[in-house]
């Protein structure tokens, strides 16, 4: 019985390695193109219900005074896009010098460390955590569409190639699956106020599934991936610098936003941690796609990408429950 509480009480873990496992035995399922459909249902349904979600749940009030956190959003926006590049410039450097990783590896760290964060990942592991959460839908929407413009621009800077983004389609994209399900949410809330706050719980369990189908399809592109062909040892090598390098941000992160110079809430630090670190797949595939056209190395480059964004979920998951208990009690160490 205490087996299955325990089970009970983890069930978000549970089901992570769940659907991984799932992903493994049959990728087909959920992959771009699979019986489910991604493509669709997660790319467009999943994320506009997170976002619906987000807006029913959320205060106007808190809304409003996520947008007035100015110094939140500079420290957010300063760290994933100019501090992370210029750290990967580090270790690619490193990886260069002792030939550690091939050099199209060597590009694809230098992309990933390019891209603005996710709008889907970083919000929903924000909320699970009791983080700030109108802070991380404003800088999540706030990111991708300066990633449009900025990742181009780091990525000419750092690998001297460009590329025209479509940002027409980009823009209508987020404003479908971000903004407007927010807007409906809101316009809703007053009318259902009593009827939302008395399934809170229930609104918060459909938003967590609804996470760990992204996971499942995240999984089951990386799985199914047939154009991959790389040594064993180096595809390993890779995943162990890209949790190696994650652990090191959400370090960093932790570190420097309790500085008293900050003056950073603890649902602040929180936002911080899945904001500043979390890159986006939805963004850097067609970016890699436009870059590398006919490049005989694209699936070698798409590598670290592929890697780094189910691996930030994971980690994030994992990561959720103490920076709650933490949140919740000063007294809770958090393991990292």
Not at 159 to 186: E, M, R
Not at 200 to 209: D, E, I, P, V, W
């Amino acid at each position: 019985m205490m087996i299955l509480a325990s089970l009970i009480k983890h069930w978000f873990i549970v089901g992570l390695v769940l659907v991984i496992l799932l992903a493994k035995l049959e990728p087909s399922i959920g992959c771009k193109g699979g019986l489910i459909k991604p493509e669709f249902t997660v790319k467009y349904i999943a994320v506009s219900f997170i976002f619906l979600n987000s807006g029913l749940s959320l205060k106007t009030e808190e809304l409003k005074h996520a947008v007035t956190q100015v110094h939140l959003h500079t420290f957010i926006q300063t760290f994933t896009m100019i501090f992370i590049p210029f750290l990967m410039q580090f270790f690619t450097i490193v990886m260069t010098n002792h030939n550690l990783f091939s050099d199209a590896l060597v590009r694809g760290f230098v992309i990933v460390s390019c891209m603005p964060p996710p709008v889907s990942s970083a919000v929903i592991l924000t909320k699970t955590a009791s983080g700030n959460e109108p802070a991380a839908i404003f800088n999540s929407a706030l990111g991708s569409f300066l990633g449009i413009f900025v990742s181009p621009m780091l990525i000419l800077i750092s690998l001297g190639l460009s590329g025209d983004v479509p940002f027409g389609k980009v823009f209508i994209q987020l404003f479908g699956t971000v903004l407007l399900p927010i807007i409906v949410g809101q316009y809703i809330r007053p009318f259902a106020l009593s009827w939302i706050e008395a399934r809170k719980q229930l609104f918060s369990k459909a938003a967590t599934c609804t996470l760990l189908l992204i996971i499942y399809s995240a999984f089951c592109d990386t799985f199914s991936n047939d154009t991959i062909t790389i040594p064993r040892q180096e595809l390993m090598g890779v995943l162990f610098f890209t949790i190696a390098f994650q652990s090191l941000l959400l370090y960093l992160v932790f570190t420097a936003t309790q500085s008293s110079w900050f003056r950073f809430t603890k649902p602040d630090v929180i936002c911080a941690m899945y904001c500043s670190t979390h890159k986006s797949l939805t963004l850097g595939i067609p970016m890699l796609k436009i870059l590398y056209s006919g490049d005989a190395t694209l699936s070698l480059i798409t590598i670290p990408l592929l890697m780094y964004h189910p691996t930030q979920i994971v980690l994030g998951s994992i990561l959720s429950g103490h920076l709650k208990q933490w949140q919740q009690k000063t007294e809770v160490p958090l393991p990292l």
